[in-house]
């Protein structure tokens, strides 16, 4: 029987990269990864040159959440690693799927403080599934095996795989005509925990469905819609979650928050009897005040990860489950027992909320008030577009205002909110969708954070929308500082207009233009897009708004407060009694 033929090392690993579905990676190569590059060489993967690692993990991270396969981003030693902690954190935090790739010293070098030598599985550990280095060459294909099945399994997350230069180096013996990615399981629910939820499902009298990013990520959004139509309850999204649900949908309730939130949704919430949370960690900007949020109403509390269960607090049902798995297991529990329910009244009170307690977004002001351009934006780009926004305030009016009708169509990074994630994110999703149409909702201060990058998007012919929102602060900031009394070193306006944004975009070889009038934002959006797609290029779109507006925010959901004027809202009424 003949041997397996010997191969260079990481030409095995770049074989089970391909094999894993990964066809493009994101990196800044270095004298310690070579050998790895030297393989991507030879292999179908596209890679692009990244002008910071960190903008290659948030590339990675865009293209994981676009397409639901693992990301990957390679750097060199030392610094490329320390710079990805942001990028692996913000994966974590999120549970995307992702595999970061460092190179290292040789071995025999690592306790001689050689040059960029560092410890970086220790660093990557608290905000990774898993970190690890390879020490025997051998290990190499198998250790990929492991960490992409590691990153995809139950609640997903990112991977860091260490490569000293020594190892990288050598052969093994590796057949890739016999190699396959390992399996992954699929979580099923406890079958009495199913049964148990549909009896307090069908005992409600005002249920309503949390459906967090568990169900994205889960690919369980037409179950998710299935189920609400079936036992005719309305669905709420969290910011994760939004696009789980069209928003046109009769059944949307929008999103209960203290910042990102309806105030239909928060009224629906707080009238609900019974909360079904399917894949959603209850985030402090979701729930605010833990008290009012749990009220009387009862919880049951859907998660692949154990351990995410009573995290927040103790729900009174906890099923362990995939979401499709779980939803697909619910209806089959419905048919089962015939199960028949009639909430035709409280389906027509959360509708009434809906139609009644909006915000205004039709302001014709100068400066522009927020809200007008998410108006504008709702009404040029259709339900075919991805949209990417990272932290701010622009973010939170993304969440209050934006539309959104299809999942892994609107990519927020939720938990950790990196400033700068938006340019990278963006490269990654058209990456992954070529054909799409991708928008970047950004701020002024966030698009300069990592706004190098935009030479990645030029370099490639990497074509998207930026919509960036200038009010000349770091506005977020500033509104937590009203309640210290103080407005400090938050202001970065200087000259006429401060940094010229346009020139700035230009300087890469992409173009832009600012708006200052409410009427001209339309117009901008379409030349906007159409540049985009004549130059291939990304495009700016920037907004001049209103210096020192706040959103609505509070601390309670009982009690969040309004900074512009609402339009009359129905009385607070019980639905059912």
Same mark, same amino acid.
């Given at each position: 029987?003949?041997?397996?033929? %010997?191969?260079?090392?990481?030409?095995?690993?770049?074989?089970?990269?391909?094999?894993?579905?990964?066809?493009?990676?994101?990196?800044?190569?270095?004298?310690?990864?070579?050998?790895?590059?030297?393989?991507? %060489?030879?292999?179908?993967?596209?890679?692009?040159?990244?002008?910071?690692?960190?903008?290659?993990?948030?590339?990675?991270?865009?293209?994981?959440?676009?397409? =639901?396969?693992? =990301?990957?981003?390679?750097?060199?030693?030392?610094?490329?690693?320390?710079?990805?902690?942001?990028?692996?954190?913000?994966?974590?935090?999120?549970?995307?799927?992702?595999?970061?790739?460092?190179? #290292?010293? &040789?071995?025999? %070098?690592?306790? #001689?403080?050689?040059?960029?030598?560092?410890?970086?599985?220790?660093?990557? %550990? &608290?905000?990774?599934k898993w970190a690890v280095q390879v020490k025997e060459a051998a290990q190499a294909p198998w250790i990929f095996r492991e960490a992409f099945r590691i990153a995809r399994s139950g609640r997903p997350g990112p991977v860091l795989i260490d490569l000293p230069l020594d190892v990288q180096r050598q052969e093994i013996e590796w057949d890739a005509t016999i190699d396959a990615p390992l399996p992954v399981t699929r979580v099923e629910p406890h079958p009495p925990r199913v049964e148990r939820a549909l009896d307090l499902l069908l005992a409600a009298e005002r249920p309503l469905i949390l459906a967090g990013g568990g169900v994205i990520l889960g690919e369980a959004t037409d179950l998710l819609r299935e189920v609400a139509e079936t036992l005719n309850i309305p669905v709420q999204v969290t910011l994760m979650g939004k696009g789980s649900l069209p928003e046109d949908h009769d059944l949307f309730a929008g999103m209960t928050g203290i910042q990102t939130t309806q105030r239909y949704g928060n009224a629906s919430f707080l009238e609900s009897d019974l909360v079904l949370a399917l894949g959603a960690r209850f985030g402090d900007r979701h729930t605010g005040d833990l008290e009012t949020y749990r009220g009387d109403r009862k919880f049951i509390h859907v998660d692949i990860e154990p351990t995410q269960i009573g995290k927040v607090f103790g729900p009174d049902l906890g099923v362990v489950s995939d979401t499709g798995a779980f939803l697909a297991a619910l209806l089959d529990a419905v048919r089962r027992r015939g199960a028949e329910v009639d909430r035709g009244q409280w389906v027509s009170r959360v509708r009434t909320l809906r139609r009644t307690l909006t915000r205004r977004d039709d302001f014709d002001s100068v400066p522009i008030k927020a809200p007008r351009v998410f108006r504008e934006i709702n009404e040029f780009f259709g339900p075919e577009t991805y949209f990417v926004t990272a932290i701010g305030l622009y973010q939170i009016w993304s969440g209050q205002f934006q539309n959104v009708f299809k999942p892994r169509h609107y990519q927020v990074c939720g938990q950790a909110g990196p400033l700068g994630w938006e340019i990278p994110a963006a490269i990654g999703v058209k990456s992954a969708r070529p054909d799409a149409e991708v928008v970047g909702v950004v701020g002024d201060y966030s698009f300069q954070f990592l706004v190098e990058e935009l030479a990645v998007a030029a370099q490639y012919n990497v074509p998207f929308v930026l919509v960036m929102l200038n009010n000349e602060y770091l506005g977020l900031i500033r509104q937590a500082e009203i309640g210290y009394g103080m407005n400090f070193e938050v202001d970065i306006h200087y000259d006429e207009y401060g940094t010229d944004n346009v020139k700035i975009m230009e300087a890469y070889g992409c173009s832009g233009r600012r708006v200052t009038e409410p009427g001209e934002i339309g117009d901008a959006l379409a030349w906007a897009s159409k540049e985009a797609r004549r130059t291939s290029r990304p495009v700016l779109v920037e907004v001049m708004v209103e210096r020192e507006a706040n959103t609505a925010h509070g601390l309670s959901i009982a009690k969040v407060n309004e900074y512009e004027p609402v339009p009359e809202s129905v009385p607070a009424q019980a639905s059912a009694d």
């Open positions: 029987m003949e041997t397996m033929a %010997k191969i260079p090392c990481m030409e095995a690993v770049v074989t089970v990269l391909r094999s894993e579905g990964v066809d493009i990676a994101f990196g800044c190569p270095g004298a310690a990864i070579l050998p790895l590059y030297a393989a991507l %060489k030879n292999s179908d993967i596209r890679h692009l040159i990244v002008r910071h690692e960190e903008g290659a993990t948030h590339m990675a991270d865009g293209w994981a959440r676009t397409n =639901g396969r693992v =990301g990957v981003a390679i750097g060199t030693s030392g610094p490329a690693g320390t710079n990805m902690i942001t990028g692996l954190y913000t994966a974590q935090a999120d549970s995307i799927p992702m595999i970061c790739i460092t190179g #290292q010293a &040789p071995t025999t %070098k690592l306790h #001689q403080e050689a040059f960029q030598a560092v410890d970086i599985v220790e660093i990557a %550990k &608290p905000v990774t």
